[in-house]
């Protein structure tokens, strides 16, 4: 299984929910929005989405 990660800010990360992903062995891609990361094409292509907040 594969999540995908729009963290944006750099201070607030995925925490626990990186945490329980990767004790279920799924594997994360983070994509860092608050250094302009562009969001990949693919991204439906994953299992899921897990959208951080930000200030």
């Given at each position: 299984m594969?999540a995908?990660?729009?963290q944006?800010?750099e201070?607030e990360?995925?925490g626990?929910?990186?945490d329980?992903?990767?004790e279920?062995?799924?594997?994360?891609d983070?994509?860092?929005?608050y250094n302009g990361?562009?969001i990949?094409?693919?991204?439906q292509?994953?299992d899921?989405?897990?959208?951080?907040?930000?200030?």
């Amino acid at each position: 299984m594969q999540a995908l990660i729009f963290q944006n800010a750099e201070v607030e990360g995925p925490g626990i929910f990186a945490d329980v992903l990767r004790e279920k062995g799924w594997v994360q891609d983070i994509i860092h929005l608050y250094n302009g990361e562009p969001i990949p094409p693919d991204w439906q292509n994953y299992d899921l989405l897990v959208v951080m907040g930000g200030a």
